[in-house]
């Protein structure tokens, strides 16, 4: 693994269905956040993470949890789909939290909730 | 946090020098300036960040003036691949902070031949 990965690269769910979508980083960054982006709104934060062990809302937390266990993985966790949470999200790291540091971004997971 | 304000859109042609202004008057002291562009179908990458001045690098040039409530990022020579979305972000270099930067909603450049 080299930067930081997320799976799966597309998925389609059926509303109600319980999913989630992985994220994982190998440049042993303190810090993870999840976007999604949807057309015409940019870049949203869901949630993030300072450090292995906490976890903090963003944006638009409503619908999403994440739990970060070590430092490499960043699970997003929806519940129960709904059509609204179609979007492309994208996982990020970064050195550590705050504005100064650049955030690497992963590929992106087109999510489609029918 | 600084809220910033860009240009939804703009055109240019290629070989044509790009001007992306930012305004950020709200922004404190401890605060950086970054700008990420982001191509279709991708995730946004860093291309610049300054603090005052002038700051250039092999990809962008980036002017910020004296009262820093604004913020310039200079294409030279554009191609039809800087086609991309450009974000301004100010933030600080606080660890451990609750309040989150924000991308908003970019500039979306697109390059005509």
């Known amino acids: 693994i080299a930067g930081i990965t997320q799976a799966p690269t597309s998925q389609i769910l059926a509303a109600g269905r319980r999913m989630t979508l992985r994220c994982t980083q190998d440049m042993r960054h303190n810090a993870m956040y999840w976007y999604r982006q949807d057309l015409g709104l940019g870049l949203r934060l869901i949630h993030y993470?300072?450090?292995?062990?906490?976890?903090g809302k963003g944006e638009v937390p409503d619908g999403y949890s994440v739990s970060r266990a070590n430092t490499d993985d960043f699970p997003l966790t929806l519940a129960s789909a709904v059509p609204s949470q179609t979007s492309v999200y994208f996982c990020?790291?970064?050195?550590?939290?705050?504005?100064?540091?650049?955030?690497?971004f992963g590929p992106g997971t087109r999510l489609t909730v029918l | 946090l600084a809220k910033t304000t860009q240009p939804i859109s703009m055109d240019s042609y290629e070989g044509q020098e790009v001007n992306i202004t930012c305004s950020h008057n709200n922004i404190a002291t401890n605060d950086y300036i970054t700008w990420y562009q982001q191509f279709p179908s991708q995730g946004p990458r860093f291309i610049i960040q300054g603090y005052k001045t002038k700051v250039t690098n092999e990809v962008a040039s980036l002017f910020i003036p004296a009262d820093r409530k604004s913020s310039t990022l200079s294409l030279p020579r554009v191609s039809l691949s800087d086609t991309a979305v450009y974000y301004c972000?100010?933030?600080?270099?606080?660890?451990?902070?609750?309040?989150?930067?924000?991308f908003g909603k970019g500039t979306r450049l697109h390059i005509l031949p």
């Open positions: 990020a790291s970064s050195y550590t939290s705050g504005g100064y540091n650049e955030q690497f």
């Open positions: 993470s300072n450090t292995a062990g906490t976890t």
């Open positions: 972000l100010v933030g600080d270099v606080g660890e451990n902070r609750d309040d989150k930067i924000i």
